[in-house]
Protein backbone atom coordinates (compact mmCIF):
# COMPACT_ATOMS: atom_id res chain seq x y z
CA UNK A 1 0.00 0.00 0.00
CA UNK A 2 1.24 3.38 -1.04
CA UNK A 3 2.08 5.72 2.14
CA UNK A 4 -0.28 8.17 3.51
CA UNK A 5 1.45 12.00 2.09
CA UNK A 6 1.18 15.29 4.08
CA UNK A 7 -0.37 17.96 2.01
CA UNK A 8 2.48 21.21 1.57
CA UNK A 9 0.94 24.46 1.67
CA UNK A 10 0.57 25.74 -1.78
CA UNK A 11 1.55 29.00 -0.97
CA UNK A 12 5.14 30.33 -2.09
CA UNK A 13 5.89 31.91 1.64
CA UNK A 14 4.24 30.28 5.00
CA UNK A 15 5.09 34.10 6.38
CA UNK A 16 3.69 36.21 3.60
CA UNK A 17 1.07 34.95 1.75
CA UNK A 18 1.32 37.59 -1.41
CA UNK A 19 4.88 36.91 -2.32
CA UNK A 20 5.37 34.96 -5.54
CA UNK A 21 8.40 33.64 -4.74
CA UNK A 22 10.43 32.87 -1.83
CA UNK A 23 14.29 31.37 -0.58
CA UNK A 24 15.59 29.30 1.80
CA UNK A 25 18.27 26.74 3.25
CA UNK A 26 17.02 23.33 4.57
CA UNK A 27 19.33 20.40 5.81
CA UNK A 28 18.00 17.04 5.92
CA UNK A 29 19.76 14.56 8.47
CA UNK A 30 17.06 11.58 7.93
CA UNK A 31 14.42 10.57 5.71
CA UNK A 32 11.68 12.55 5.41
CA UNK A 33 7.82 11.28 4.79
CA UNK A 34 6.02 11.38 1.64
CA UNK A 35 4.69 15.45 0.93
CA UNK A 36 2.68 16.55 -1.57
CA UNK A 37 3.38 19.58 -3.06
CA UNK A 38 0.65 22.19 -4.01
CA UNK A 39 3.18 24.45 -4.70
CA UNK A 40 5.74 24.43 -7.20
CA UNK A 41 9.97 24.33 -6.32
CA UNK A 42 13.27 24.04 -7.25
CA UNK A 43 15.59 22.31 -4.54
CA UNK A 44 19.53 22.78 -5.45
CA UNK A 45 21.65 20.45 -3.06
CA UNK A 46 24.87 21.38 -2.40
CA UNK A 47 26.09 18.86 -0.52
CA UNK A 48 25.16 15.16 0.97
CA UNK A 49 24.01 11.55 -0.74
CA UNK A 50 20.78 9.76 -1.03
CA UNK A 51 17.73 9.01 -2.27
CA UNK A 52 14.54 10.82 -3.50
CA UNK A 53 11.42 9.88 -5.08
CA UNK A 54 9.67 11.23 -7.38
CA UNK A 55 5.87 10.22 -8.05
CA UNK A 56 6.78 6.72 -7.38
CA UNK A 57 10.55 6.95 -9.30
CA UNK A 58 13.73 6.69 -7.21
CA UNK A 59 16.29 9.38 -8.10
CA UNK A 60 19.94 9.55 -6.38
CA UNK A 61 21.04 13.29 -4.73
CA UNK A 62 24.47 13.83 -5.33
CA UNK A 63 26.35 17.31 -4.88
CA UNK A 64 24.85 19.74 -7.40
CA UNK A 65 21.79 18.21 -7.83
CA UNK A 66 18.92 20.28 -8.98
CA UNK A 67 15.64 18.73 -8.37
CA UNK A 68 11.90 20.24 -9.82
CA UNK A 69 8.64 19.60 -8.26
CA UNK A 70 5.48 20.60 -9.81
CA UNK A 71 2.45 21.31 -8.20
CA UNK A 72 0.40 18.26 -7.11
CA UNK A 73 3.85 15.82 -7.16
CA UNK A 74 4.93 13.60 -4.51
CA UNK A 75 8.04 13.70 -3.60
CA UNK A 76 9.98 11.51 -0.70
CA UNK A 77 13.15 11.12 0.49
CA UNK A 78 13.96 7.75 1.25
CA UNK A 79 17.30 7.58 2.40
CA UNK A 80 20.14 10.36 3.06
CA UNK A 81 23.74 8.49 2.95
CA UNK A 82 25.23 11.86 4.21
CA UNK A 83 23.38 15.14 5.46
CA UNK A 84 21.84 16.93 2.64
CA UNK A 85 22.29 20.82 2.25
CA UNK A 86 20.60 22.68 -0.49
CA UNK A 87 18.89 26.02 -1.54
CA UNK A 88 15.10 25.69 -1.71
CA UNK A 89 12.92 28.21 -3.93
CA UNK A 90 9.37 27.78 -3.77
CA UNK A 91 6.84 29.85 -6.62
CA UNK A 92 3.49 30.56 -7.41
CA UNK A 93 3.45 28.32 -10.50
CA UNK A 94 0.53 30.21 -12.10
CA UNK A 95 2.32 33.61 -12.45
CA UNK A 96 5.23 32.03 -13.02
CA UNK A 97 3.51 30.06 -15.79
CA UNK A 98 2.14 33.56 -17.03
CA UNK A 99 5.84 34.45 -17.14
CA UNK A 100 6.60 31.43 -19.13
CA UNK A 101 4.13 32.12 -21.66
CA UNK A 102 5.54 35.72 -22.88
CA UNK A 103 8.52 33.65 -23.08
CA UNK A 104 7.46 31.06 -25.31
CA UNK A 105 6.03 31.89 -29.27
CA UNK A 106 2.65 29.66 -27.81
CA UNK A 107 1.44 27.64 -25.22
CA UNK A 108 2.66 23.91 -26.87
CA UNK A 109 5.95 25.04 -25.81
CA UNK A 110 5.50 26.32 -22.29
CA UNK A 111 3.59 22.62 -22.22
CA UNK A 112 6.80 20.62 -23.72
CA UNK A 113 8.59 22.54 -21.23
CA UNK A 114 6.83 21.17 -18.13
CA UNK A 115 6.28 17.84 -19.82
CA UNK A 116 10.30 17.47 -20.16
CA UNK A 117 11.17 18.89 -16.69
CA UNK A 118 8.16 16.78 -14.92
CA UNK A 119 9.73 12.98 -16.95
CA UNK A 120 13.40 14.60 -15.89
CA UNK A 121 12.91 16.57 -12.54
CA UNK A 122 16.65 15.15 -11.50
CA UNK A 123 19.10 17.36 -13.26
CA UNK A 124 23.14 16.08 -12.22
CA UNK A 125 24.82 18.68 -13.15
CA UNK A 126 28.47 19.45 -14.04
CA UNK A 127 30.98 22.27 -12.58
CA UNK A 128 30.68 24.89 -14.76
CA UNK A 129 26.52 24.36 -14.74
CA UNK A 130 26.71 24.19 -11.21
CA UNK A 131 28.46 27.36 -11.00
CA UNK A 132 25.91 29.29 -13.37
CA UNK A 133 23.09 27.74 -11.02
CA UNK A 134 24.30 28.27 -7.99
CA UNK A 135 24.79 32.52 -9.65
CA UNK A 136 20.94 32.68 -10.30
CA UNK A 137 19.91 31.11 -6.60
CA UNK A 138 22.48 34.13 -4.92
CA UNK A 139 20.39 36.24 -7.50
CA UNK A 140 16.84 35.34 -5.73
CA UNK A 141 18.47 34.96 -2.00
CA UNK A 142 19.64 38.76 -2.35
CA UNK A 143 16.68 40.32 -3.59
CA UNK A 144 13.77 38.05 -1.57
CA UNK A 145 16.28 37.54 1.51
CA UNK A 146 15.86 33.99 3.76
CA UNK A 147 12.00 33.00 4.55
CA UNK A 148 13.59 31.46 8.04
CA UNK A 149 14.25 34.92 9.20
CA UNK A 150 13.79 38.40 10.15
CA UNK A 151 15.18 38.92 6.22
CA UNK A 152 12.26 38.35 4.13
CA UNK A 153 10.75 40.89 6.00
CA UNK A 154 12.39 43.75 4.23
CA UNK A 155 11.04 46.10 2.05
CA UNK A 156 10.73 44.86 -1.86
CA UNK A 157 12.84 46.83 -4.16
CA UNK A 158 11.42 48.37 -7.40
CA UNK A 159 9.87 46.09 -9.65
CA UNK A 160 10.79 42.75 -7.22
CA UNK A 161 8.21 40.89 -8.73
CA UNK A 162 9.63 41.50 -11.91
CA UNK A 163 12.94 40.73 -11.23
CA UNK A 164 12.01 37.63 -9.52
CA UNK A 165 9.64 36.42 -11.98
CA UNK A 166 12.22 36.81 -14.69
CA UNK A 167 15.03 34.92 -12.56
CA UNK A 168 13.21 32.08 -12.22
CA UNK A 169 11.68 31.93 -15.76
CA UNK A 170 16.02 31.75 -16.10
CA UNK A 171 16.16 28.96 -14.41
CA UNK A 172 13.48 26.89 -16.00
CA UNK A 173 15.24 27.93 -19.44
CA UNK A 174 18.41 26.50 -18.68
CA UNK A 175 16.87 23.48 -16.83
CA UNK A 176 15.60 22.47 -20.25
CA UNK A 177 19.43 23.77 -21.63
CA UNK A 178 20.96 21.64 -19.44
CA UNK A 179 18.56 18.64 -19.48
CA UNK A 180 19.41 18.47 -23.31
CA UNK A 181 22.99 19.30 -22.89
CA UNK A 182 23.23 16.34 -20.21
CA UNK A 183 21.10 13.93 -22.74
CA UNK A 184 23.80 14.41 -25.10
CA UNK A 185 20.76 16.31 -27.06
CA UNK A 186 18.49 13.40 -27.53
CA UNK A 187 15.94 15.16 -25.87
CA UNK A 188 14.56 17.98 -28.66
CA UNK A 189 11.20 19.61 -29.36
CA UNK A 190 10.30 16.74 -31.38
CA UNK A 191 10.21 14.00 -28.43
CA UNK A 192 7.12 13.07 -28.04
CA UNK A 193 5.43 12.43 -24.93
CA UNK A 194 2.60 10.00 -24.17
CA UNK A 195 0.03 11.42 -21.93
CA UNK A 196 0.17 10.23 -19.21
CA UNK A 197 4.66 10.42 -19.45
CA UNK A 198 6.37 12.48 -16.65
CA UNK A 199 2.70 12.86 -14.85
CA UNK A 200 1.32 11.88 -12.04
CA UNK A 201 -2.40 11.48 -11.79
CA UNK A 202 -2.54 14.11 -9.01
CA UNK A 203 -0.76 16.43 -11.30
CA UNK A 204 -2.81 15.82 -14.09
CA UNK A 205 -6.13 16.09 -12.42
CA UNK A 206 -4.26 19.67 -11.39
CA UNK A 207 -3.34 20.32 -15.31
CA UNK A 208 -7.41 19.25 -16.18
CA UNK A 209 -9.07 20.13 -13.00
CA UNK A 210 -10.89 23.18 -15.47
CA UNK A 211 -12.24 19.79 -17.74
CA UNK A 212 -15.14 17.84 -16.77
CA UNK A 213 -12.72 14.87 -15.23
CA UNK A 214 -14.38 11.69 -14.18
CA UNK A 215 -12.81 8.10 -13.29
CA UNK A 216 -13.82 6.99 -16.05
CA UNK A 217 -11.45 9.68 -18.35
CA UNK A 218 -8.59 9.12 -15.61
CA UNK A 219 -9.34 4.97 -16.16
CA UNK A 220 -8.66 5.77 -20.33
CA UNK A 221 -5.28 8.10 -19.50
CA UNK A 222 -3.54 5.70 -17.17
CA UNK A 223 -4.83 2.07 -18.22
CA UNK A 224 -6.18 1.49 -14.63
CA UNK A 225 -9.38 0.66 -13.78
CA UNK A 226 -11.51 2.78 -12.19
CA UNK A 227 -11.12 1.05 -9.11
CA UNK A 228 -7.71 1.30 -8.51
CA UNK A 229 -7.56 4.76 -9.45
CA UNK A 230 -9.87 5.43 -7.10
CA UNK A 231 -7.53 3.10 -4.30
CA UNK A 232 -4.79 4.91 -5.43
CA UNK A 233 -5.89 8.21 -5.03
CA UNK A 234 -7.28 7.58 -1.46
CA UNK A 235 -4.32 5.35 -0.29
CA UNK A 236 -1.89 8.27 -1.05
CA UNK A 237 -3.63 11.44 0.33
CA UNK A 238 -6.32 10.09 2.46
CA UNK A 239 -9.67 11.51 0.73
CA UNK A 240 -11.76 10.44 -2.16
CA UNK A 241 -11.08 11.60 -5.82
CA UNK A 242 -13.82 13.93 -5.84
CA UNK A 243 -12.18 15.66 -2.71
CA UNK A 244 -9.28 15.89 -4.57
CA UNK A 245 -10.53 17.98 -7.65
CA UNK A 246 -12.62 19.85 -5.23
CA UNK A 247 -9.65 21.01 -3.28
CA UNK A 248 -7.39 21.78 -6.58
CA UNK A 249 -10.48 23.83 -8.23
CA UNK A 250 -10.72 25.68 -4.98
CA UNK A 251 -6.87 26.33 -4.73
CA UNK A 252 -7.08 27.83 -8.24
CA UNK A 253 -9.47 29.52 -7.40
CA UNK A 254 -8.07 31.43 -4.82
CA UNK A 255 -4.79 31.92 -6.72
CA UNK A 256 -7.08 33.90 -9.15
Not at 123 to 133: F, G, I, R, T
Not at 153 to 166: D, H, T, W
Not at 185 to 191: H, L, N, P, Y
Request: glycine letters at 4%.
Amino acid sequence: MDKLATLNEGYASETDRSKICSFDYEVIEEPTKPLIHQAARLSFFKKGFGTIVIDGVAYKILPNTLIAIIPWEISDITEVLATLQFNKVIYDYSFINGSLKTEFANDNEVGELYRLISSHPALYLNDSQAQHMSALFDDLKNELGLSSTLDEKKAPECLSNLYVSNKVVEIMIFFERYIKENCGKTVDKETKFNVSQGRSILTYIYAHSSDKLTLEKLSKVFYMSESSISKHIMDITGVSFINVLNDIRIEKAVEY
